[in-house]
């Protein structure tokens, strides 16, 4: 396999400046609170459509790479985390930048972000070729596990085991609108030509994640807004660097870890890292009061997961947080389906993602270290205009997939829904990865029960599947016992 043939289209410039635009635009959209780097990608995926598929799969890559960086700028300048991914990092950032430390904080973000992203690509372009060997054993049986495996993940994304239950049996249930995946009978269509193959992909996406944040955001225009923090300097000291070392790593190992698990994401081990670094750190009192190994563990372990999370969803087909749930989207539009066949028949294509995510890593530490002196401005833009942007944004892209009028009722009907799931607590993570898992259950369910003339047993029974089921129990008994054992600390 000629490995440099796949990786020279990648040095075309066109193929650069995309790559280059896309990860600025993700710094851009993560730094303005509100936005993130889901409703960017989502966004932006119509105006992949013409692209060679190397060029719009890698532009949108770099949107999700600079969007989960870009959130540290809002978290660090105005205690405000510009996505959710980057909420550990306010802890740590917001104080150093009351110090007169904002840029010193916002250049270890930056090389925090790039040590991440570097250590997980190295183990994306290493360990996904072997997953999708492995994967390529897998029958309906199997993949049936592997997505109720999933789905049980993401049950407990919203913190609240029931509310993150009831959004993922809602995505499931609104995955079964349209044909029938084996007879094909339409099903919960009400009589609308229009939803005869179920809800359109990515106006669902697009109304679930940015037209809902519209909503919230016109809760919030009478508030006043924070002025931006002063910045100056750029690098932090060799004594800060030499302080975060083990946090560095420790952080990347912990973001890649979990960006390799389905249904996690950023802000889950953005967490874990920064309190893993605090109890194994020699002054854990620093921590907190504007500490460097806070902003570096946090932020390694965040844009770690964004290169891990590619690992599923290229060798198995299964998201590994909610922006690839919305690469996926990106992929299929451009007529390739995920999953270990991709390795087998587009290289060319592996092997270009694989390229693209380093260099988009590069893009986003020149972009970031550039950006830090004028990171204050970009927070200035009025929060009228910004909403307004939005929702022209949502309509544009929801109407140019199909130019067809129900996908803007599907966006709306999606806005509205988010809205009201982010306002009472439930988890519009669970809803959009069960929206991707919901048809890969209920088909391979369907086909593995014809295949084995309904015996439940001989479905069961492969070792492939008994594991994924075991690790499905576990799953769902863990936050039950971590809540039993949290009740008891707290008596």
């Keep these: 396999m000629d490995y440099l043939a796949y990786l020279l289209p990648l040095f075309q410039p066109q193929v650069l400046w995309a790559i280059a635009l896309g990860t600025l635009g993700g710094i851009v959209i993560g730094a303005l609170p509100g936005l993130t780097a889901t409703m ?52 740590d950032g917001y104080p150093m930048a009351s110090k007169g430390e904002a840029g010193k904080a916002l250049g270890m973000a930056t090389i925090a972000s790039t040590v991440g992203m570097l250590f997980a690509s190295i183990v994306l372009a290493t360990l996904a070729p072997q997953l999708a060997s492995i994967a390529l054993k897998f029958g309906a049986p199997e993949y049936f596990a592997l997505a109720l495996f999933g789905l049980t993940i993401i049950a407990s994304l919203s913190g609240d085991l029931l509310k993150g239950a009831i959004s993922g049996c809602l995505g499931v249930l609104i995955s079964c609108v349209g044909a029938d995946p084996i007879s094909g009978v339409l099903r919960y269509t009400f009589g609308i030509s229009g939803f005869a193959s179920g809800f359109s992909f990515t106006p669902a996406l697009i109304g679930l994640f940015a037209l809902s944040e519209v909503f919230t955001q016109l809760e919030r225009l009478g508030k006043a807004e924070e002025a931006p923090a002063k910045v100056s300097g750029r690098w932090p000291s060799w004594q800060d660097m030499r302080d975060s070392g083990n946090a560095l790593i420790r952080g990347s190992f912990i973001g890649t870890i979990i960006g390799i698990i389905p249904g996690t994401g950023s802000g889950t081990a953005s967490w874990i890292a920064y309190n893993e670094a605090r109890r194994t750190s020699k002054t854990p009192e620093r921590f907190g009061t504007g500490y ?69 890593t590069i893009f986003m530490f020149i972009f970031g270290m550039l950006l830090i002196p004028i990171a204050s401005r970009i927070l200035l833009v009025p929060r009228r205009i910004l909403t307004m942007s939005i929702v022209v944004f949502c ?87 971590q809540a039993r054992r949290a009740k008891r600390a707290t008596a």
């Design 40 to 91: 960017g990608v989502a966004l932006l995926i119509p105006l992949t459509f013409g692209m060679a598929p190397v060029m719009g799969i890698n532009m949108l890559i770099g949107i999700y790479i600079g969007g989960i960086y870009g959130g540290c700028i809002s978290a660090i300048l105005l205690r405000t985390p510009g996505t959710p991914a980057s909420a550990a990092t306010v802890l």
């Design 292 to 360: 460097a190994p806070g902003i570096a563990a946090t932020e390694s372990a965040n844009n770690a997961v964004c290169a891990a999370a590619l690992i599923p969803l290229l060798a198995l087909g299964i998201p590994g947080d909610v922006v690839t749930a919305v690469l996926m989207g990106g992929l299929m539009i451009q007529g390739l389906a995920p999953g270990p066949m991709l390795f087998e028949t587009r290289p060319d294509i592996i092997v270009g993602i694989f390229g693209g995510t380093f260099l988009a």
């Design 395 to 481: 309509f544009i892209g929801s109407f140019a997939i199909n130019l067809n009028p129900v996908d803007l009722y599907t966006m709306v009907g999606f806005g509205i829904l988010g809205w009201g799931m982010q306002k009472y607590g439930f988890s519009q993570a669970a809803l959009c990865i069960a929206l991707i898992l919901g048809p890969l259950l209920e088909a391979n369910l369907r086909r593995g029960l014809l295949q084995t003339g309904d015996n439940l047993i001989a479905f069961l029974s492969g070792p492939i599947t008994l594991l994924f089921l075991g690790l499905s129990v576990i799953s769902l008994a863990l936050p039950y016992l």
